[in-house]
Each structure stands twice: as structure tokens, then as C-alpha cells.
């Protein structure tokens, strides 16, 4: 392992043009594309900057969420009236796909 004085770290990182920001955060949320989200607690979060690039290095305690698409009533009578099924198997697939055409089309099937 390297032993490196902080100070002459941070004089070669400004001589590369790379800067590093500690930042200050109690939580750190990532929404996934499927509805899910990583939350991290007690975070340590460094902004790091290298040639106008700005990247994020984030540590922390990891907790995964799941979360069902919001239904709306709506959707479920449209889901209902094109395919004839009943409400609870409207608000299933609705949950599952998260898209109502999709909905539409499957329960078409």
C-alpha cells in the first residue's frame, strides 16, 4: 500500500486538472428504470472533476426498495372496459407492466 501525504495528493490531482469535493449529504437515492430504488444511508459522497467531467463516488450503507407504478383508476376502467377482465386483474397487470397498452395487449392475449 502506497503512503501518500494528502496535500502532495491534492497538488498532483490540480497539476492533472482533476479536482475532488467532499459533499456534504445525510442520503443518496438512485431510481431505477424498473420502478425499484437503491437508497444509500449515511453516505460519504466525493465529486470528483477530471477534463470538465464530473463523476460521483458515493459509499455508504445499501438498502433496495421495490416499488410498485402508481395505478391510476383511470387506467384500470380503460384496462377493464377494452379487454373484459375484473378490476383486481386490471390493477395486477397494470402493477406488473407498468404501461397500459401493455396491459391491454396482455390481457388481450
Keep these: 500500500m502506497m503512503n501518500i501525504n494528502p496535500?502532495?495528493?491534492?497538488?498532483?490531482?490540480?497539476?492533472?486538472?482533476?479536482?475532488?469535493e467532499e459533499i456534504a449529504s445525510s442520503k443518496v437515492i438512485i431510481e431505477k428504470e424498473d420502478n425499484s430504488?437503491?437508497?444509500?444511508?449515511?453516505?460519504?459522497?466525493?465529486?470528483?472533476?477530471?477534463?470538465?467531467?464530473?463523476?460521483?463516488?458515493?459509499?455508504?450503507?445499501?438498502?433496495?426498495?421495490?416499488?410498485?407504478?402508481?395505478?391510476?383508476?383511470?387506467?384500470?376502467?380503460?384496462?377493464?372496459?377494452?379487454?373484459?377482465?375484473?378490476e383486481e386483474q386490471a390493477k395486477r397487470v397494470l402493477e406488473s407492466t407498468g404501461d397500459l397498452a401493455e396491459a391491454i395487449l396482455e390481457l388481450s392475449e
Design 7 to 20: 496535500k502532495k495528493m491534492q497538488a498532483m490531482m490540480k497539476q492533472m486538472g482533476m479536482s475532488q
Design 37 to 86: 430504488r437503491i437508497i444509500i444511508m449515511n453516505p460519504s459522497v466525493t465529486k470528483i472533476t477530471m477534463q470538465g467531467q464530473e463523476t460521483f463516488q458515493v459509499v455508504g450503507d445499501i438498502q433496495e426498495e421495490n416499488q410498485a407504478p402508481e395505478v391510476s383508476e383511470d387506467d384500470v376502467k380503460t384496462v377493464m372496459e377494452k379487454t373484459n377482465c375484473t
